[in-house]
Structures are given as C-alpha cells and as structure tokens.
C-alpha cells in the first residue's frame, strides 16, 4: 500500500526464480530480500541485520551465495535467484537439509535458510570441501545457537552422501 | 527506524563512456559497483543518492589481461575473481591475499576492484543511523561541523580499511581513470588524500576504470588484524614487498590500511637497501610504521593498539617475506 | 512429587532430530514477520535522543495529520507500568514526563506503508530538558547525583547484604587469603532474529490476538490485560517460530504492547519490525559487572571462606534487575563446599538500556571471578587446576548455607571426564610457547522454584489429548525458541506412553489452546514441563491399560505394554493393536484430555532470609570445561584451538539437542569472554549492528567436544536437568586461566580482546625493564 502520490517508480523485472521465469513491476529502489520476501512470498529468506552483516538473507544468483539485502532487486535482471524454498524437490529434502536436520544443524532455525544456501553454493563449487574450506564458506552467516559446530557437521555429512540427490 | 532506501533510480549503461556521460548529466548521481558498501551506507543515510549508474553491465570493466609490459585489471573484476586468479595468486601475492581477507564470502563475490579502492572512509560517529547521528549531533563528515574524533581539529579523520590498496602500493600499481575528457593514468598512491571527508583525489563524474601492475614484481605478502576471523574490517593492515639480494634487503616497500584516513606507502624505507634483515632492521622499522600511522578512536580497539599491531604485523611479514625467499 | 529414576530409553541414544526441524531447514516455518501481514498497517517508534530528560512537549498533531497516518499513540495512551516482577514495574510502554535513556520509546505510529510512518515519525515535535546523564555504576551513585527514579536513593534499584556461615573465622582459618577485583562487560543476547509484533484489534469483537517474538506469552498476556485495561479472556497470544531468544524476550517489551495500543487504536493490524539497531537498544542482557572477590583457602585448596562485593550497572529500569543481583551472589552456592559466604550486591540504575536476564542470568559473571581466582590460588600453593576443585566438592543430597537443594552432583565425574579428554595430565605445563591450557567450572538451575507470580497454580500444566484417529496431540504453553522444548515434550509424552514418536503431536504457546505456561526461562521446561509432561502422559496411559483391560476381559495390572501393543501373558493370550485400544478408550466417554502437572515442593524453594528464592531450583547442572588456546604475542590474537566440555544434565533426554545446547552455552561464552562488548558514545549504542557487535564467525569458532554425564537426579523427569545454561559460565574463566597458563599473564577484564593482551604484554615488558634498570642500579 502506497500513500496517495507516493507511487514509487516501477519497472517491468524479469528473473528465473526458483527455476521458473517470471515478471513483476518492481520498485528501483527495492531490495532484493524485499522483493523475494513480500512480492514473491519467499519468506524462507530472513533478513536479521540492517544490511550485509549477517548472512540470514543469502540466497544463490547464478550459483553465488550473496547476500540478498545489500542487492538491488532490478539488478537481477535475467538472472537466477535461488531460495531455500527450491531445494526440497518432489517430496524429499535436498542431502543439505536431511543432514541440517538429522545433525541439529539447525536450532532456533532463523540462520538456516541462509546457511543452507551458503552450504549449497560451496558444494556446487566444491564437492569435496575441507572444514576449513566449509568454515571459510560459511564465515559470512551469523548462528547464535550452535557455535557452528553441528552446522560444521551437518555440511559434512552432506558431503559424505554425495548422490543422495 | 527505517532501513530501507529512499526514492531512487537506476542507469545501467553498457560502456565506460555512457556510464560517465550518465554520471555528468545527473549531479549528485552516484556509482554503483558491488554496492557492499554503498547500499549499506544509503540504507543508513550517509549517503545519499537519488540516482545510481550501474557499472555491472560493462564488460570491458571486468577482464583481466597481459600485454608482455604489464597486467591490467578491471576495476568491475569481483573480489572474489581477484583472490581464485592463479596468475595474480603466482605473481602478485599480496594482492590474492588482501582480496581474500575481505569481509566474508558473499561480499566478495559481488564487491569489485575499483568498489574496494573506492570504499568510502569509516568511523562509529558516521557508521550509525539517521536516529543515531542525529541524537548524537551529526559529525563533520555528514551534516555536522564538527569531527567527534578530535573536535579540536580541522578535518575528519574517519579511517580508510580497504584491503587492496596497501596491496597494490607495494606492488606499484598505476590506475586508470575515466572522465568525460578522456583517461588519465596516475600512480595510485595519487588517488588518496589524507583526508576522511574527501579521501578520494576524483573529480565529479570520474570513474576508476582499471589498474596496472608492472609484471615482476617482488615477492609480497599481506595481512591484517581484526577480532574475528571474517566480516570484520581490518583494524591495521600492512601489505610488503621485498626483494632480497643475499642476506641484504634489496629493496623494500611497505603500505598500510586501516590506521589513517588513507592507505599509504610507508616513507623512508630507501636506506634499508643494503642492509641485512636483522634484529636492528626490524626494530627500525617498527619505529617507523609506528611514527607514521595515525589512528585515532574512530574504531572500538584503541588508537595505540592499532598503531602496535601495524608495526607488529609489518615486522612479521618482512621477517616471513626474507624466510620465504631465502629458501 | 513424582520421579522416575530409571528411563526405558526405547528412543535411541544419539537422539532424535526437532520435530520442527523440517519446516526449518525447508524455509516452511513463519517467524513473526513471515506472518500474512498483506492487510496490515507498518508500526514505526519515535526513540529518545538524548540519555536523561524531561519531555516538555510533545505534539503529534502534524503526524496524525498525515495522509495515510492511521494512528498515533503516546506514552498518554498508558498511565500503566509493565514489567514481570510485581514488586519492580517502574516502566512506561512509552516514556511519561521523562525518558531515561537514549533509544526510550515516546510515542509511535501506524500507517499505510513504511514511507508514510518514517515520515509521520519525523513529523512529531519533541521538546526535551536535559537532565544530568549517567553512563556508569560509579557516576550514578556519586553523591548528588540526580535520582533516576525518585524513590530509589544513591540510584540503587536493590542492595544485597547475605552472610552465610562465619566468614571472619573462614578467612581467619584460611593459609592462603587472596583479593581480586574483575571486570566484565555488558554483553547482548544477539539473536539472529530481530524483534518483531504483529498485532490484530477487531473492534467490532473487541478482541485482540498478539503474535510475537516472545518467551513468555503469559506474561505478555498479563500486561496486554494490563495496559490496555482489557479484559485477559478477549486477549489470544500465540507464539510463531521464535529464532533465539537466550533472555532477550523472558520480558514483556515495550514494542510490544506498543504494537497492541496502536492496533486497537488503528482498529485493525499492525506489523511492527524492529531494525537490529532497535533491537540492540531494546537490550534486557547481562549487565557491566564490576566484582571484589576474597577467597580464603587452606593449603590442601580447601576453600574455607569467601566474600563477594558486585556492582551491577543495570541501565535505566528495574526489569529483572532485582532477580539478577540476588543471582549474582546466591549463585557463589551450589557448586562447591564453602563453609561460609559474605555477598553483597548493587544493583546500579544508569541512563542506557534497562539491562534484564541472559543466558547463565546473574551467574556467569561473578562465575568467572570466582574461577579465574581459583587458579591463581591454586598456583600460589602449587596444586593443580583440577586438584583444588576436586577439594572443594559437594556431596548430594545436601542444602547449601542458603538452603538450597543439591540432589544430584555430577560435578566429579564432569571433572574426570575433561581432564582425561584433554588429555590434561600429560599436557599441561608442556606445551609450546604461545600455547595453554585452562579449565573451570560452572552450573545453573534447572528453573527457579519459586514462582515469580505466586498463583498456587501448578508450576506447569500439560495437557495430552487422544481421539479417533489415534493421534496424540500434546498441548502446551511452553514456548518453543529452539532450543527444543517441543520435542522433548513428545519424547517425554511417548516414553512414558511407549508409542512411536511420529504419534505425538505439540501445539506450544496459543493462550486459546495451550495451558499457561510461566515461559522459557531459567532452563525451566525441561524439569518442570517434562514432568508435567511424563505426569499427563501416564494418566493417559492408566486410561488405556483400563480401557485394553476390559476389551480383553483381565485385570489392569496384567496389561503389559510393548510398543504400541497391549497384551496379557506376553501375547500368548491375547494382544490388541493400538489403534483397537484407542478405540476401547473412547467408548462411553469420547475424546480424551488429560492433564498432568508439576509442582516445586515448598523445601526446594529456598531459604526463608530476604531473596532467598533466588537459586532455588529442584536440580543443579554442573559443567566443566578445558580450554586450550594459542596466543600470538606480537598482535595479541587469541586463538581458542579446541574445548572439551562435560555437563551434568541428570539424564539426556535427546542426548542430540543435549549436545547442541551446550556446545551453544560453551561458545555463547566464549563470545563474552574474547570479543562480544557493548560500549555506548555519550549513551549512545556503539555496537548497534553485527559488524559492531563481534559474535564469532564459523571462522575462528573451535571445535566442542561434548560429554554428557548422568547423574540421574531423583526428581527429574527420567532423572533430567537442564542443559542449556551451565555451561556458559565456565567459558570466560576457563579462557583466562589458559592465557595465564600459556604466557604468564592474569587478565581482569572481559572481554579479552587483543588489544587488552598487548596492554598487558606491553606493561610486563616495562615492568621487566625497570627491574633489570633497578638491578643495574643496584
């Protein structure tokens, strides 16, 4: 809802999201975490800082972990987000979120979307990481809860079932 | 209290020329690379910008080429590209190393070269929100008059913590800067002033479009202190290259970040040439970084500290940097 | 009182996931903003500016004026304080005539979009007087210093004097008597989760549904009734998914009935997001603590005496203030045999954030004093670490000399189980330069056991349902916040029935539904809820045995139940499928509920002198930790390389979530202790932002190695304690005590930052010139 003269500015955005395309009249100024949050109801996609500190809000484009409330959403033009809400496909989690849920990678569960995708971009690259490789990875997504040590062990034993979708 | 962007419109030029042209036309326009920085600093209310040129969409801002003289860098190349490069990581090390201390992952796969050496300067009374500096009364490098730093002073003295630059000092890299007149090309260390308001030697509407780096360099290194392990910018950085001969310094070259209003080459380092690198060496180099870094309180570790652990940091890497190519 | 000292562990040891695991790790599960707020309006606070100050004028008209503004309210919509302890609500939802802090709301506004309300914000005119401003202990209780609150002389909220024992004999006694004043820093729970409300008035019911970020939904509850002098039964609070809470929400916030008095004057909803700045400034966390500590020992580390003096400065409202200062002392009890114990305590009111409960409340400070202190005792006579704990142990059942209960003491075994995992006897003193070793112990409550609203209501209430489909629904009022409570519930409910766990269900924190529940607090569910929990589910399970008796024509006591089968002689005779036993149940009576409760007993409420409440608990956790750190002595980092940490929780319930919590505690401590701090510019949060306020990275975070030790306390539920909180206290001291151990040098203060480790090597330098300048001289 926008105050009567207030109308923002809008562009035609047009993005693969989750795998399908799509097009929306978007705010110049809008954030992409806004975007993915309130028009296209991604909540999956937390924002837990007021920019760029916490990693809450990362989400993959193009296959890159980045955070996604420091990113202009019309910048993402033809470009592919990805969210959390695209990894379970056809009924089964993906082996990063059986392992974060099996190993207690996740607590309160308010980092796990972003971790999870910072994970998945690392595993892409990377399907063999190290733990200091997973730990480098994952240095920009803030946990209150774990210490990151089953979060650590969550990503590896994802590694450890690498054809486990 | 708001952290969203005010009204706010959106150039995406697709070459230098246009992007400069574009910034001319609209004063008060900014650029906008990565954007780590800058959407940060907007969504706090110290910049701001009713216009942004995006310089994403300019592919001749992103390569990385040889021309036998030299190695040219786009300033659009991303953090992340820079620190995964096996070339820059085999001849330009401390470069590699400075781009891969830089805050955390996601950071680096979007910020770029040129965003990096242009990172605004920092400071707690500037880094706030509009509610905060407005409490506080605003300081002299926005709104206000006055630096809280060190009221009795004439300039701000908001620190600049970019990596890449003390890397790029050392190794002697010379910039290329876009204009609607042209390029010109300095040595980098000319785009800095000590100054944390304009820290920045750009005209209105010049964009850093490249650097260049001569192709044998001597052996660098890079490294800096902060409290955590990532995110964090550094409280001291100290980027080196030294060229050895025997047991003697050939040449030295020191830069460091973090600690005043400006990466900068560290002055005086000539006489070391021909020396060996020995306990006396090190403590006059100690001596030196700590006489011409300046920190002030601009950061929560203390001024003394930082200026410490920059002398310590320098100290370290000459010593490895020695080790290494003794070996 | 009901006990089980034995458990049928049929879940298997290493534990099960969280029953809302999934709908985390699929990005399912909605957190108060992911609520469907389409309809609702933005709320938006107008925050103090200045430290202390009287509000001369406050006008906001031209906000309300607005187009799009829809309502406006000031600290004139409540003439009513909130707060949780009765005896201590000294605070407005927004200010009245004076606001005692920098970021205090004063008035707040709903409309349209976030523009509009940012901009009615900046319309309101506000005139304030300054009044003199106090930013630490020691300049509020200056003599002459203006009064925060005019009834509380020297700006104390609360003084503690406890003696216990008699101390001057102790110290008298003593071979070895030794003082040390400690410093720790204000620290912030930081959850990753900012606050948020979202608010729904429906003028024409007159009712009001509050969804929030909170701990406690009852007394949220409570003071919604309260300040918006509504009847409590048109109030529905529901608790969504809550992303970490670690103290930060076991008070009613001001944004939220702030929330409330704008959607009721906004007839309708409203969604209030606080930025992490607010939330920062919304703060409730572990106060600056400034401690005098005096131990006496004997040669063999027998502690024969201690005395204690903290200061606390607890920002600008009571809060739990009063709770955490009488913690801070009745906490130097129940770890180890001390004979006697003078404690006094100071509870500072200072012009910053009001300081509430954390992790570890009231305990971990004065924990680190006395541990850190420990040591250097210890090394002073030449024992062990390990040695002078070991020397000093309780032996349960006992009551400490503030009468509290100690039924369980696994303290002993925790220490076995650390030394010999950090391989401590063959490593210590033999390490590499730059490298230490530390230890330290630590314990906490498992739930205070005195109530703080005494109601003579059970502690906790269960309420486990049975109908047709054979679903089990356990319903209760304990939120949920992450750390699993959910899910030890349906354990707790499917041990005791001997059903699968995918049977049960949770329905947590939905005043309409769920029984009250007094919150997450003081590691209070597990103990509390879970026996209340193990109390419902056997009377179901009577039920059932009843019902399968008659179906099968024997007596109840013949039943024998495995699994989901009920049968007599084994199933030689005869056996009925569960779903047939349900069945059998609800002839004649149809759906079943049942209740089960828990109640404190008197004795464990602690000792009859003032404050004597606080600490009581029916069962202690104990922990012991080793820390081994290196230390570059060139920049003064600190790297912590690993640490072993052994807690008692009586008995893992989920041996997997047992595990999560204390690694969490260990290094929630080790934020506190190495580079968490909170520092405030002229009042003004300096560390408002993730980037400002250092919690660990996965970068430099160590790994935990985890040994749960059981000692199976006789009242637990399967013999259980808490796991959450014990072992965040032995993480400071532990850390400190490694440095000392590593380079020769006792730090005072936390948290340990690098620069204080140069300060340090840079003062023992000098110190090392000047004597060898005086030795030449000489």
Redesign the interface.
Known sequence: ????G?QPKKRLLRLRLNGRWREDAVAERELLVDYL?EVAH?????????GG??G?CTVLIDGEAVPSCITLAVRCEGRHIE???S??TQGR?SRL??A??????????????GM?MAAAALLRHNATPTESE???A???????????????ESVQAAVEKPHDC | ????LGELRLVQPSTVKEAVAARFEHPGSRFIAGGTDLIVNMRRGIIRSDLLVDLSGIDELTEITTDGLDVTIGAGVTLAALAHNSEIAGRYRALAQAAEAIA?PGHRVIGTVGGNLCLDTRC??Y???E??R???AYCLKNRGDVCHVAPQGKRCHAAFAGDLAPALLVLGAEIDIASAQGVRRIPLSELYVEDGKAHLALADGELLVALHLPLNPPPSGYAK?R???????PLAGVAVALAASGPNVNSLRIALTGTNSRPFLVAGTEPFAGRPIDEKLLHELDRLVQKQVQPMRTT???A??RR??AA??T??LVKKLFAEGAA | MIADPMIDSRISRP?V??I????????????T??LDHADALVG??L????GHGEIIRLDVSKARAL??VVAVATGDDCPFTYGVLPVAMNEYPMARERVRY?GEPIAAVA??????A?RAISLIELELRRLPAYYTSQEARAPGATLLHDNKLGNLEREVHHEFGNWQDGFATADLVREEKFSCAEVN??????HACLADYDPITARLTVQSVSQVGYYLHLMLARCLEMDSSRIRVVKP??????GARVEVLNFEIITALLARAAAGKVLMQ?????TFLTHRARPQSDMTLRIGMRRDGKITACSCEVVQRGGAYAGYGIVTILYAGALLQGLYDIPAIKYDGYRVYTNLPPCGAMRGHGSVDTRHAFECLLDRMARDLGLDPFAVRRANLLHAPTRTLNDLMVNSYGLAECLDRVERASGWRDRIGKLPAGKGLGMACSHYVSGAAKPIHWTGEPHAIVNVRLDFDGGITALTGAAD????SSTMVAISVAETLGVALDRIRVIAADSAVTPKDNGAYSSRITFMVGNAAIDAARKLKAILVDAAARKLEARPDDIEVVGEVFRIDSGQQASLPFAEVVKAALVDRGAITVSGTFTCPPESQGGRHKGGAVGSTMGFSYAAQVVEVSIDD????VSVDKVWAALDCGHAINP??V??QI??S???G?GQA??E?T?Y??G?????????Y????????P??EVQIVESHDPFGPFGAKEASEGALAGFPPALVNAIANAIDIDIDELPV???RI??AL?QRRRQARLTSTLKVAS
């Not at chain 2, 409290?227 to 910018?233: M, S």
Request: overall charge negative; hydrophobic content about 40%.
């Open positions: 809802m926008h105050a009567p207030s949050r991604l909540t999956g996609v937390k924002s837990g800082c007021d500190e916490c809450a969210t959390i809400e990894l379970a989690l979120q059986r974060f849920h099996e190993k207690l990678g996740t607590q309160c569960g308010f980092c796990t979307p999870i997973i730990r480098v994952l240095s920009g997504n803030l946990c209150r809860c774990t210490g990151y040590v089953k979060i650590i | 209290m708001s952290t969203s955390a707690i009374y880094n706030q929100s509610w905060w407005s409490a506080h202190v409290l955590r392990g990532a995110i964090d910018f929560i570790a203390s003394n500290y410490i652990a310590a940091l100290r370290r | 534990g996931p969280l809302d695991g999934v709908e985390k790790v699929t990005g399912r599960a909605r957190y903003v992911d938006r606070i925050r103090s500016p200045v187009d799009g920098c409309a349209i979009d976030a523009e509009t940012d729970h930081a959850q990753i989760e900012p998914f809550v992303g970490g809470g670690f606080l930025s992490r700045e607010e916040i992450g750390q699993g060139a920049t003064g980092v997997l979530a595990e999560g690694q969490g260990v290094w929630m080790m190495m580079c701090e520092r510019l002229d003004l949060p300096g560390h408002a932002s993730f980037l400002e250092r919690m660990p990275t996965a970068a430099e975070s790994p935990i930052t690098p620069d140069m300060d840079i």
